[in-house]
């Protein structure tokens, strides 16, 4: 199971791009709601659906966590008592943990990141404490993914695909999306 977090402010594309991808590579997701509200307002207006609270999530079963970007829901997330303690869990645990543009900094606020290589979107370095930060597009060290922003939303998608699945898949998404015409 793939949890992907929304919060009030969280930017759409990399929450919806991501789970598209995801899903299209036949991987079971849920879009988890942190507010309480199954109905939940993103960065530019649009009203998600998600598929469970927070509350409904069986973290025992959890193969990876993602957080989406934007602002204010990152800072949602990082503020969100009980979503960074079982963010620790899971990288105690060892399991996958990705996040997108601004949300690394949930992850540099626990001190996660320490010695890690690490993407985000440009002026959140500073909130990755201890990382190295690259300003790649997509960057894995260990089990944490981190993508640099919007526009790396396809690539963080079919990078995610190719750890939980196989290349071949992540392929072939790529070329059915046409993301090879793109790059």
């Not at 991987?27 to 009203?47: F, P, Y």
């Amino acid at each position: 199971m793939i949890y992907l977090f929304f919060s009030t402010g969280t930017e759409e594309i990399e929450a919806l791009g991501t789970a598209d991808i995801i899903r299209r590579a036949g991987l079971d997701l849920k879009i988890v709601s942190v507010t309480g509200e199954r109905l939940v307002t993103g960065a530019h207006g649009m009203n998600i659906q998600t598929d469970i609270l927070f509350e409904e999530a069986d973290f025992f079963e959890a193969d990876l966590l993602v957080l989406p970007g934007g602002m204010p829901g990152a800072a949602n997330m990082a503020a969100h008592s009980d979503l960074c303690e079982r963010i620790r869990d899971h990288v105690y645990l060892g399991r996958p943990i990705a996040a997108i543009c601004a949300a690394p900094l949930v992850l540099g606020r626990l001190g996660l990141l320490e010695g890690k290589r690490a993407t985000c979107y440009p002026g959140f370095e500073g909130e990755l404490a201890g990382a190295t930060c690259t300003g790649a597009l997509v960057e894995v060290d260990g089990q944490f993914i981190t993508g640099k922003g919007p526009a790396a939303v396809f690539e963080f998608g079919y990078t995610l695909v190719e750890l939980l699945k196989d290349k071949a898949t992540a392929d072939a998404l790529r070329q059915g999306m046409l993301w090879s015409e793109v790059r």
